[in-house]
């Protein structure tokens, strides 16, 4: 494999060495984004669980 560079003193002539590159702050809003859906949408789905689960039952403090 040959990446055609030979010597360093061309090095300031090289790009981006990966793909996407300089979409990296476009995929982190958008992995937060989609992590904040993900979070709110298990926050939806535990809550029916919950509720579910525990039905209408409800404890009075003074017992």
Known sequence: MNTGITTLT?????KAVYPFAGMEVPFTIGF???FLVF???QFVMEAKHHKAII???TASPAE
Do not use: D, Q
Request: hydrophobic residues 55%.
């Open 55 to 57: 039905g209408t039952f």
């Open 32 to 34: 937060v984004a989609l």
């Open 10 to 14: 061309n090095l300031p002539e090289v």
């Open 39 to 41: 979070l709110g949408w």
